[in-house]
């Protein structure tokens, strides 16, 4: 559970495994300082905006910019003509829709009172930073795969849009946005503004069927296979079972010349901030299952590049930041301007996730119910 407050000196207790009387002739010399605290956090930050910006799930879903909107084409009649002698063709352009992106700033306190600074151990400063870490990965985890499986708009000044401003998600039906979509045409097939990549399943299982129609519905928009697939470690098992399924090399086993195994693509492989792992392939699918990713839920899309502009979706950032996850540690300037630097030390983010430019690069699967409902990530 959460340990709300600041570190005091009731935090200066002995542990199970700590002899007293040794302890006690340093107990105001582990060599903690302003400095060596500094150090470690900064440390500690710059590990963490790195270790988010080369995630290989994250960098595979994301690009960044620090402007308010984006804008792309979409779908609208246009063809050649036929030369003629004399004739001009016709001018024809392009049609293009927009939407903005969220922005919210997000803080989490490390505060510690004088008196225990002083006397402090520097295991438990440790613990209280590395705590705030783990919170950072958390909140930029969940923002990334909760906004996968949301088809509302996000709107509102409290996001960062304004009074009139919306974020919306991929293609989804007119009734279910307030940014309608036309998806381009792409070799013949034309679409409607009612064409839906939310796709909702009675049954209450993952089925081959499911990752067919993954399959056909992002190829018919021109994305090639092979695609990737998360899904909750609950569904696991049920994935697994599938015929056509295949799984993944397991790196303490020996496999007989007429064994198939799954070859992954490049961004499958690597371990990830979200947790999870990669359990197989099946129908071009490479599939990872997802700490914290509901159960029934899925999202597929077509991998462009290390956070690349026509991955699925677009992470906007504080103006004037790097491009990339900025996460920073000072002192809160709403505690009264603290005589001693670390008193009220806080961590602080401001971001926000929305969809891209190609509002078709991305599908989500609710596979418990025949109606959608939005999925949240833990």
Request: charged share 20%; with cysteine.
């Amino acid at each position: 559970m959460a340990l709300y407050g600041p570190r005091d000196t009731a935090s200066l207790v002995l542990q199970d495994g700590w002899d007293a009387i040794e302890l006690e002739k340093y107990k105001l010399q582990d060599g903690t300082t302003f400095a060596s605290v500094v150090s470690l956090l900064n440390a500690g930050l710059a590990a963490v905006n790195s270790e988010l910006y080369n995630d290989p799930l994250f960098s595979s879903l994301v690009s960044y910019q620090e402007n308010l909107e984006v804008e792309y084409r979409v779908g609208s009649s246009s063809a050649m003509q036929d030369f003629t002698e004399y004739g001009r063709p016709d001018p024809q352009r392009g049609e293009t829709q927009g939407h903005m992106l969220p922005l919210k700033a997000k803080d989490r306190s490390l505060e510690w009172t004088w008196d225990y600074l002083r006397k402090a151990h520097m295991g438990q400063i440790q613990a209280d930073i590395a705590g705030g870490l783990n919170d950072i990965r958390t909140a930029w985890r969940t923002s990334i795969l909760s906004r996968l499986l949301q088809r509302g708009d996000d709107s509102g000044t409290v996001n960062g849009l304004g009074a009139t401003g919306y974020s919306p998600g991929f293609a989804t039906t007119e009734a279910s946005t307030a940014v309608d979509f036309v998806p381009p045409e792409f070799a013949g097939l034309e679409f409607a503004n009612t064409h839906e990549h939310y796709v909702a399943i009675a049954g209450g299982a993952w089925t081959a069927a499911v990752f067919a129609d993954i399959k056909a519905e992002l190829r018919e928009h021109g994305h090639e296979p092979p695609y990737m697939v998360i899904a909750s470690t609950s569904d696991e098992a049920t994935i697994r079972a599938l015929a056509g399924f295949t799984e993944v090399d397991n790196l303490l086993l020996n496999y007989g010349d007429d064994t198939t195994r799954a070859n992954l693509p490049v961004a499958a492989i690597g371990s990830s901030s979200a947790g999870g792992y990669f359990i197989g392939t099946i129908d071009d699918c490479a599939v990872r299952v997802v700490y914290g990713m509901p159960q029934y839920y899925g999202f597929a899309w077509k991998p462009k590049g290390s956070n690349n502009p026509m991955n699925p979706l677009r992470i906007r950032v504080q103006k004037g930041a790097p491009k990339g996850p900025f996460f920073q540690a000072f002192p809160d300037p709403r505690a009264g301007g603290a005589n001693y630097p670390l008193q009220n030390l806080m961590f602080f983010g401001e971001w926000g996730v929305g969809v891209g430019v190609d509002r078709t690069n991305g599908t989500a699967r609710y596979n418990n119910n025949s109606t959608w409902a939005d999925g949240t990530a833990s």
